[in-house]
């Protein structure tokens, strides 16, 4: 069943996903959040933008859910939630947002009390924290799942109907799989646009329009928290590179031998 109007969802991490899923929750009336972060100044801020029904700065609050989603920076997660599931009710269900799922699931798989359950919300902007969360931002994009051998089923359940009331796409892959495709659709675009943003010459960059700053919107992206994703997702990450390095070449090629149709109509 998925978590009732009268249930509890904690969410620990009030920045711009954990925020985002808090106002996208509460504007639906699926749960009462209860929003946790070790900030201060962000626990009243996430208030002010309706991100939580209440917010503390003591993560043993996270007892009172039934579950708990974990949404700290990718360093942190495991860690915390550890800590989260030693405070949890017995049988909670506790979930992660974490970008790379294998090396994560890896080390949660099995935590004691809880039923864990390895998520990605595939939603995000450039931005950083509270203040570019928005309860809009989750509605229709994919919600992925990595559950492993020892994952209970229900608890699963529980995360794959929650998503579909969230608006969002449910979706169930490996940890290894996640790993995989998201280095090809999130972490390599990110390098790209590095390439794009800091090796075009400055004259182009001034003449540049529409495509050129969507094509380069993520490269905004606060590079301590890539630097964490990719250093977690090397190998899939070289892998993608490798791969389109090759199309890469072979478009040359054909623009080279004046093949101009074969380059744009490229498979």
């Known amino acids: 069943m ?4 009268a249930g509890r969802i904690a969410i620990v991490g009030l920045g711009l996903i954990g925020g985002s899923l808090g106002m996208r929750i509460r504007e639906l009336g699926l749960a009462r959040v209860i929003g946790v972060d ?15 029904d209440e917010t503390h700065l003591e993560l043993e ?20 939630a550890r800590e989260a599931a030693g405070f949890a009710a017995e049988g909670a269900v506790l979930t992660d947002v974490t ?9 949660l798989a099995g935590l004691e009390r809880v039923r864990y359950v390895g998520g990605h919300p595939m939603f995000g902007t450039e931005g950083r924290g509270i203040d570019a969360a928005g309860a809009d931002l989750p509605a229709g994009h994919p919600y992925i799942f990595t559950p492993v051998a020892s994952t209970p089923t229900d608890a699963v359940n529980t995360m794959l109907m929650l998503a579909q009331d969230l608006g969002m796409r449910p979706v169930l892959l490996t940890p ?20 794009l943003s800091y090796g075009t010459d400055p004259p182009a960059r001034d003449v540049a329009g529409p495509a050129f700053r969507d094509a380069t919107r993520v490269a905004a992206t606060p590079p301590d928290l890539m630097v964490e ?33 074969q380059a744009v109509r490229f498979r």
């Open 2 to 5: 998925t978590v009732p109007a």
């Open 38 to 52: 070790n900030d201060y100044a962000v626990t009243k801020r996430a208030e002010e933008r309706g991100a939580a």
């Open 61 to 80: 609050r996270v007892r009172d859910a039934e579950v708990i989603i974990i949404a700290v920076p990718p360093e942190q997660t495991v860690n915390v």
């Open 99 to 107: 970008s790379v799922k294998a090396p994560i699931v890896a080390q």
């Open 176 to 195: 290894d799989e996640h790993d995989r495709v998201v280095a090809e659709v999130s972490h390599l675009p990110y390098l790209l646009a590095l390439l």
């Open 229 to 261: 994703i990719l250093r977690l997702n090397r190998v899939h990450v070289l892998a993608a590179v490798d791969h389109f390095s090759r199309g890469l070449v072979q478009m040359r090629e054909a623009l080279a031998r004046g093949h101009i149709k």
